[in-house]
């Protein structure tokens, strides 16, 4: 049984620049959650979602980020206009419904150049 | 805000028990304690959760105090690959997971 999967694992982008980072969840899970970790700090929450509904957001930053998770496919998170403060892992999490244990796959690590 | 307090870090020798402790005073019946280690540079690891009773897996052992407000986190024989930063939360279900600044744990050889 495959973990969360998320892609790309490294991307540079230059300041403006839109950045997509994709997550595809665990067999059988239909939530998704992101994370980020800024350099040397700790994993802050960002949103959580299920297929086709955003749940929890409030920990998105109000401009140039969204997310989706649509019927079909992966969820993306998008940054738009990518700044220098951007940089950062983000981590994808999946779990079976909201009372269950969270698996997070292993990051996607954007730089921003 | 996370609920819980953690050792800002430890040492353990290799082949050791680690015992990994977290306050959660504050924390109420219908919360859950669990555990989550997180190695440089990779996605945090789920290590193990549990409500009032002890727990065991192939991982960890996880001990509640009998009034719940703190709990023990340990990995029996502890192995360099075991070194990482170990997040203690509390949560109901529903919740999302909020991560503290954990223990960070060195096993040294």
């Known amino acids: 049984n495959a973990g969360v999967m998320q892609n790309p694992r490294h991307l540079v982008r230059r300041r403006g620049q839109e950045a997509r980072l994709r997550c595809s969840p665990m067999?059988?899970?239909?939530?998704v959650y992101w994370y980020r970790q800024l350099p040397e700090e700790g994993l802050k929450f960002m949103v959580y979602?299920?297929?086709?509904?955003?749940?929890?957001e409030s920990g998105m930053p109000k401009e140039r980020f969204s997310a989706e998770f649509p019927k079909e496919g992966p969820s993306i998170l998008r940054i738009q206009q990518v700044v220098r403060g951007d940089s950062a892992a983000y981590f994808c999490?999946?779990?079976?419904?909201?009372?269950?244990?969270?698996?997070f796959g292993e990051g996607s690590w954007l730089t921003v150049v | 805000d996370a609920k819980t307090t953690q050792p800002t870090s430890m040492d353990c020798a290799e082949g050791r028990a680690a015992n990994l402790p977290c306050n959660h005073s504050?924390?109420?019946?219908?919360?859950?304690v669990y555990w989550y280690r997180q190695i440089h540079s990779q996605g945090p690891q789920y290590i193990i959760h549990?409500?009032?009773n002890n727990e065991t897996n192939e991982m960890a052992s996880l001990i509640i105090t009998e009034d719940r407000k703190s709990s023990t986190l340990i990995l029996p024989h502890a192995t360099l690959r075991d070194t990482a930063v170990y997040y203690c939360?509390?949560?109901?279900?529903?919740?999302?997971?909020?991560f503290g600044p954990g223990t960070r744990l060195s096993v040294l050889p």
């Open positions: 999490a999946s779990s079976r419904g909201p009372g269950n244990t969270i698996y």
């Open positions: 067999k059988g899970h239909s939530h």
């Open positions: 979602l299920q297929k086709e509904n955003i749940i929890d």
């Open positions: 504050t924390i109420s019946g219908n919360e859950y």
């Open positions: 549990g409500l009032k």
């Open positions: 939360i509390v949560r109901v279900d529903g919740q999302n997971f909020v």
